[in-house]
């Protein structure tokens, strides 16, 4: 997780930098940050207070990493910001305040989006929604913007410093509505496919292997259905897999009454 967001920041600080879209998309690819949100409304579901709290830490340190990293970027930026002209068009779009409700617009149908990828077994959907929601720019830009804002008036004249951290600020407003967003449109989808928690003795905790051909990176989660009782359960080993959660902790829950996942009134 470490090096995807350490790669995923840097790929996107060089799209905002040099104003290049396509860069900045490319980037999404790479960023994990998507994984743990779901492990947090996966976790609300199932009433996994561990699961809640690994995913919720998980998240927290990829986004102090992500953030660190556009301010670390920002340093041997800060020289040639003038003649990059910045902030370029895509650093100054994501510090506008209309941004928010933009982004507000397409995280709601984002969460609904990865939502649906993992009750329908579609994994490869996560992809698209990732691009869509875009959490990991917001965040770089974040730092880039301010680390940028004092190294700038020593290098150029004529730098509006306030202008640059309010960018910053709204950059990473814009991050907190995707998310807050996504979890609870996400959060509805699953209350509407019906997924609720069950306390009971599940050897599905345990059964699973830690590696399986059958989870790979483009089937990584399974919600086969027992249709006589219509009971559907995630592979520890799939839901590890997008959510960045270790096996060793979602095993540790073996032997325990735990959350199970099940569906009441129709097969996901």
Known sequence: MVLNIII????????LATNSP????ASMLVSPLMGSILGFTFATIARDRKL????????AIGVFLTWLMGALIAIPWAPFGEAYEFPTGQMDSRGQYSALLEGFAVALPSGFGVALAVVGNQVNSLVGVAISAAL????VNSGMCFVYAFLAPVFHDFVDRDYFLRISAVSFALFLVNLFTIYLSALLMFKIKSLAPTNTKSPFWTDQPV???????TNALNFGGNFGGLKS??????FAQVTNVPMGMLNSQAGRSTSEVVTAGSAV
């Not at 995923?8 to 799209?15: L, P, R, T």
């Not at 990991?136 to 965040?139: A, F, T, W």
């Open 136 to 139: 990991l720019p917001p965040i």
């Open 52 to 59: 809640a709290i690994r995913s919720i830490y998980s998240h």
């Open 211 to 217: 590696s399986t051909s059958k989870f790979t990176s």
């Open 8 to 15: 995923a920041s840097v790929i996107s600080a060089v799209g």
């Open 233 to 238: 359960s995630m592979s520890l080993a799939g």
């Open 22 to 25: 396509v860069t900045v998309v």
